[in-house]
């Protein structure tokens, strides 16, 4: 949500950012104009952008910035749905660095006065010697999009000579508001780095996650292998025997008729080399069979109980002894170990379950509950209650048919 008008007491504009450069500018009113459709960017289609609110006083240093995201889509057009109130922020931020007219408000993911937007925020690199706040005062004393500076008049207020103590007591009074300027980026700059740390951690996760995947699919691959060799193995010892059993089956009849057949004893003897031709071919196709289904159960045996590959995610996380931390609501934080990552992964749900001593489908009925607590009776016209209810937040405290229904409904 933007106001395009300019403030009052001074200007706004909105920087575009991209590592620690800005990459564009503009007024707040154009970035007014975006949001409404009116223009698109083409260059940034299919972005999520990171940009900052900059206000600025009469004499154009810095009062406030406001660091948020905005997705452009495919068209290079803002997204219809982003309504952060970014101005309204700003007038909330709490202090921030100094960066030329006093401590200014700062609004960004870690430092957010309205929790629910926080996720639409970004926290700035405060990095020593090449961060975004120096990129911002660059940007602003270049002054390209041309705001007028006005400088404050000075007013001729009659000063009366300080004494020394005077004197001493203001230098102290500096003295401490700087300590306390510095205090405070100190502590915004150790927010940002926990920030950091913990999208760090959620990569960390999906990479190992799309990892186990990967592993899993190649194991039904070999299991489906061996499955198929398996069935084609029974069925070439099921004709073998069959086979046999003609071939045996024959003899018999040859050795009946032997004496006045001696015509068909020859076409026989020319069959019967033949079938054994045919049997000895059928078996040495089993024994490579049987070879292959050998090397196909080895290496299922080795993928089962190989270890992670040097360098590899999982074996730095097991070299490092690191704990995956996984929240469930009912059971809070879980530390995974490292043989029950995989346990985990396979059901999340049901992990979490088995913490709350509970089945899986118990546990899921109580997480509806507590996802969205309104009565569930339904009436003869199939119409549910949703009268809001009391919250259960412990799974086995919770009894279906009775805490998941209203006063009136369990009556």
């Not at 010697?129 to 207020?157: C, M, S, W």
């Not at 069935?231 to 032997?258: H, T, V």
């Amino acid at each position: 949500m933007v106001n395009a008008g300019q403030a009052a007491d001074g200007y706004s504009a909105v920087f575009f950012v991209e590592g620690n450069q800005i990459a564009r500018q503009m007024r707040l009113s154009e970035f007014g104009a975006f949001l409404d459709g009116y223009v698109g960017l083409s260059d940034l289609a299919e972005t999520d952008v990171r940009a900052v609110l900059v206000n600025l006083s009469p004499n154009l240093k810095v009062t406030s910035l406001v660091f948020f995201r905005i997705w452009f889509d495919d068209e290079g057009r803002a997204d219809s749905h982003w309504n952060v109130p970014i101005e309204s922020l700003a007038d909330q931020g709490a202090k921030g660095p100094n960066m030329g007219g006093g401590a200014i408000r700062l609004v960004c993911r870690s430092q957010c006065p309205a929790p629910e937007f926080a996720n639409e925020l970004w926290d700035p690199d405060m990095t020593p010697g090449n961060n975004h706040f120096q990129a911002i005062r660059k940007a602003v004393d270049a002054n390209t999009l041309r705001f007028q500076k006005i400088e404050p008049e000075e007013e001729n207020i009659p000063v009366l000579t300080a004494t020394s103590s005077s004197s001493e007591a203001g230098e102290g009074s500096r003295d401490r508001a700087r300590l306390a300027q510095v205090l405070r980026e100190q502590r915004l700059r150790i927010k940002t780095l926990q920030s950091v740390h913990r999208d760090s951690l959620a990569d960390l996760q999906r990479e190992h996650r799309l990892e186990m995947q990967g592993l899993r699919g190649e194991m039904a691959d070999l299991e489906q292998r061996y499955e198929r060799l398996r069935l084609s193995n029974e069925q070439l010892k099921q004709r073998l025997s069959q086979r046999n059993e003609q071939y045996l089956s024959m003899q018999e009849k040859m050795a009946e008729g032997r004496d006045d057949q001696g015509r068909e004893d020859a076409n026989a003897s020319a069959e019967t080399v033949l079938l054994r031709e045919q049997l000895e071919r059928k078996q040495r196709e089993l024994e490579l069979r049987d070879e292959k289904i050998v090397a196909l159960e080895q290496d299922r045996h080795d993928l089962l109980h190989r270890q992670p590959p040097e360098e590899s995610l999982l074996e730095q996380l097991r070299a490092q002894a690191v704990f995956l931390v996984a929240y469930h609501p009912g059971v809070g934080h879980i530390t995974l170990p490292y043989e029950e990552i995989d346990t985990y992964f396979g059901n999340p749900l049901g992990y979490a379950a088995e913490r709350c001593s509970l089945n899986e489908p118990a546990y899921r009925e109580w997480l509806a509950h507590y996802e969205h607590p309104v009565c569930n009776h339904v009436d003869e016209d199939g119409r549910a209650c949703g009268e809001p209810i009391m919250r259960i937040t412990q799974p086995a405290e919770f009894e279906p048919g009775r805490d998941d229904r209203c006063e009136h409904h369990q009556a």
